[in-house]
């Protein structure tokens, strides 16, 4: 079994100001890695995801991600961040031989003032 | 991409009655789909697994009378909320499994029971 904790419920930046989104998990196996980003009232988008090579993974709308295996982080990153990033971000995870049973995080609020 | 429809985007019903939620594959096809609800600012949670051809699997804790899954063909899947009561108001999201590494989201579903 998997879980992911995402330390931040909530967190405030101003735009154009970088941001540091903050994932942890847990599992006894390998697993593949991934952050959603959900805006009000719709479904969720995929911004980026990890399966293997480097550790560093790009994803759309300028976010990035790097796997770090010893601390079973996956942190989310943009250097800097407009209003329209104002969402909430998911990570998750699935291990590698299941049917594709993503395991979530609570999510974090993401809100970005003027 | 791969996109996934889900139907209705949002759904008012009685207490006591029957609700069907639609989720299609519009351009792929999904030989497993993926059933989620999501409670007011917390993270998704898988509610079952929907198999083209076969009975759904169900997380523990979730009623298969309550949410009666059904998956006809390779591009729809469908959920119906039996008896809806004003407990199971929520957002129900769905997924399609489009390749090993990836699935994608259905737009979610609003209900409310009044």
């Known amino acids: 079994a998997q879980s992911v904790t995402q330390l931040d419920s909530q967190v405030p930046v101003f735009e154009e100001a970088p941001v540091e989104l903050r994932c942890n998990y847990s599992s006894s196996v390998s697993v593949y890695l991934f952050w959603y980003v959900q805006y009000p009232n719709q479904g969720l988008q995929l911004l980026l995801k990890?399966?293997?090579?480097?550790?560093l993974v790009k994803g759309i709308n300028g976010f990035e991600a790097e796997f770090n295996k010893s601390q079973t982080s996956f942190h989310l990153r943009k250097p800097s961040v407009h209003i329209s990033d104002t969402a909430e971000y998911f990570c998750?995870?699935?291990?590698?031989?299941?049917?594709?049973?993503?395991?979530f995080g609570k999510g974090t609020l993401l809100t970005v003032n003027p | 991409g791969a996109v996934v429809s889900q139907h209705p985007s949002w759904v008012i019903c009685k207490s006591g009655t029957s609700v069907k939620i639609e989720c299609r594959s519009l351009?792929?096809?999904?030989?497993?789909m993926f059933w989620y609800r999501q409670f007011p600012k917390q993270s998704l949670m898988l509610m079952a697994t929907?198999?083209?051809?076969?009975?759904?699997?169900?997380e523990q804790g979730v009623e298969k009378d309550k949410f009666l899954i059904n998956h006809a063909s390779l591009t729809l899947s469908t959920l119906t909320v039996t008896s809806a009561h004003p407990e199971d108001s929520s957002f129900y999201i769905c997924?399609?499994?489009?390749?090993?590494?990836?699935?994608?989201f259905g737009q979610g579903t609003r209900l409310t029971v009044v």
């Open positions: 990890y399966l293997s090579g480097s550790t």
């Open positions: 929907s198999n083209e051809g076969s009975k759904a699997t169900y």
């Open positions: 998750a995870v699935r291990d590698r031989g299941s049917n594709y049973k993503l395991t």
């Open positions: 997924s399609a499994r489009v390749r090993v590494s990836e699935a994608f």
């Open positions: 351009d792929f096809q999904a030989t497993t």
